[in-house]
């Protein structure tokens, strides 16, 4: 079974230009997080989706920073307009329904906007 | 709010010694779950152990156990045996219960560098 699936692995940008970071969570799993890690703030939860429905979106930064979760296999973490200070690994993970399940992390996007 | 703390940034431990993570958090909750993860070169985060708080007895996962004092809301992780494929940065999470929003949130302590001599 795959595990979950997140693209590109790598993005480099400029700064200004939109940035789309996809995750195709684990099949029958229904929660999804977007994480962000830093050297300076280490790992935060971004916003996480239960059924498809945003959850808590409190560590989404700005504006700036838009998520989507249109099916139960697909979700997009949309950065407009990217700023240099959003370099970072963007990880998605999924988990099961029931409390306390453990979060399967995908492989994370390194993004780096010069 | 909910906070995890490491204090030590770094660690090494020699080949098939034992070495002792340390953490600890802070919650005014009672029901949450605690997790070691371990984040090697690669960057994959892999889930080494979990604790749920309502349970007095420490979890165990072959070289890996923890050391669960609720009281003291102190989490540490212990390696036995340390093989060289244990070097990674270890993190320590906390995630609540059931109940309210944002339970499935892991917030994570800011990591362990764990180096494994041979």
């Known amino acids: 079974d795959a595990g979950v699936i997140q693209s590109p692995r790598h993005e480099v940008t400029e700064m200004g230009q939109e940035v789309t970071l996809r995750c195709k969570p684990i099949?029958?799993?229904?929660?999804l997080f977007w994480y962000r890690q830093t050297m300076m703030r280490g790992l935060e939860l971004l916003i996480y989706?239960?059924?498809?429905?945003?959850?808590?979106d409190s560590g989404m930064p700005e504006d700036r920073f838009s998520a989507k979760m249109p099916n139960a296999s697909f979700s997009t973490l949309k950065i407009q307009p990217s700023e240099p200070r959003d370099s970072a690994v963007y990880f998605c993970?999924?988990?099961?329904?029931?409390?306390?399940?453990?979060?399967?992390f995908g492989p994370g996007t390194r993004l780096t906007v010069l | 709010a909910q906070t995890v703390t490491q204090s030590q940034p770094e660690m090494s431990v020699q080949e098939a010694e034992t070495v002792t993570l340390s953490c600890t958090y802070d919650?005014?909750?009672?029901?949450?779950?605690l997790f070691w993860y371990k984040q090697p070169p690669s960057r994959q985060m892999i889930l080494v152990i979990r604790?749920?708080?309502?349970?007095?007895q420490n979890a165990t996962e072959n070289r890996f156990s923890v050391n669960f004092q609720k009281a003291a809301k102190s989490f540490s992780l212990k390696i036995s045996d340390s093989q060289l494929g244990d070097a990674a940065m270890y993190f320590c999470?906390?995630?609540?219960?059931?109940?309210?929003?944002?339970?499935?949130?892991?917030?994570f302590g800011q990591g362990t560098i764990l180096t494994v001599h041979p």
């Open positions: 993970a999924s988990s099961p329904g029931q409390i306390g399940n453990e979060q399967f």
């Open positions: 099949s029958g799993h229904n929660s």
């Open positions: 989706f239960n059924n498809n429905v945003p959850i808590d």
């Open positions: 919650t005014s909750e009672s029901d949450y779950y």
């Open positions: 604790q749920e708080a309502y349970k007095q």
């Open positions: 999470a906390y995630r609540r219960g059931a109940g309210g929003t944002s339970y499935g949130k892991l917030t």
